[in-house]
């Protein structure tokens, strides 16, 4: 399923009955609705009540440069529905509000491969939570909170669930792209960064925590992997 609403003057809500029969055959579901006057909240059941089914392995919403508000949403695509690939896009909204701790609750992050989610210039406060992507995010992932005004420090288990030690022990993961924007976000405190493990795995990482208001830093072994910080 393919929607393509972008750079129009749409104004108004989005329904939480924006399908109207089952998805339980659908292979991918690619929403695009940047660019427009939208408003209000995400629907908390905009996705829980489709009905998606295990065929279901690409997941793209873009409403970015919207004036959606309000609090985001938990994702939840269905107990049966583990999709490979998955991309939000809701920068630059008036959305507000802590980051859920539950928002990806529903993810079966061992079955996904690429994901992205970029959340800049909102309005979020609060702290990251540790528990954010269930322990360790995929290889290949993207995450961009920046211009927002959080608060607090930078958990450890945040940075360790989306840069974890590859150890000798451990199979080898696959190589991937990390990459973390939390610039200007108004955190403070020492910010930990953890511990690359020497292995086989090539890992790129990119770390932007400029603008903020962090006061000592402290580094893990970088040995093996290439890391780059902004």
């Not at 295990?54 to 004036?67: E, H, I, T």
């Not at 508000?69 to 991309?87: A, E, H, I, Q, Y």
Request: charged share 10%; with cysteine; net charge neutral.
């Amino acid at each position: 399923l393919w929607i393509g609403l972008f750079r129009n003057q749409f104004s108004g809500s989005i329904s939480g009955n924006l399908w109207r029969s089952s998805m339980s055959n659908a292979y991918s579901l690619t929403v695009l609705a940047y660019e427009n006057r939208f408003t209000g909240v995400i629907p908390a059941d905009m996705f829980s009540g489709a009905g998606f089914g295990p065929a279901l392995v690409f997941v793209q919403l873009d409403a970015r440069l919207n004036n959606f508000s309000g609090l985001l949403p938990v994702l939840d695509f269905g107990p049966n529905t583990s999709p490979s690939t998955v991309s939000i896009w809701l920068s630059d909204n008036q959305l507000s509000g802590d980051l859920p701790p539950t928002m990806f609750s529903y993810f079966n992050w061992t079955k996904i491969i690429s994901f992205e989610l970029f959340l800049h210039r909102n309005q979020l406060t609060g702290d990251l939570p540790s528990t954010l992507f269930g322990g360790s995010a995929p290889a290949s992932s993207v995450i961009d909170l920046s211009f927002n005004s959080m608060s607090g420090t930078v958990p450890a288990g945040f940075l360790n669930s989306l840069f974890p030690p590859v150890s000798p022990s451990s199979p080898t993961p696959t190589p991937g792209s990390l990459q973390l924007n939390i610039k200007n976000c108004n955190l403070t405190g020492a910010l930990v960064l953890p511990e690359f493990v020497t292995g086989s795995r090539r890992l790129y990482a990119n770390l932007n925590a400029a603008s903020n208001r962090f006061s000592s830093i402290s580094f893990g072994s970088t040995s093996g992997n290439y890391l780059r910080f902004l």
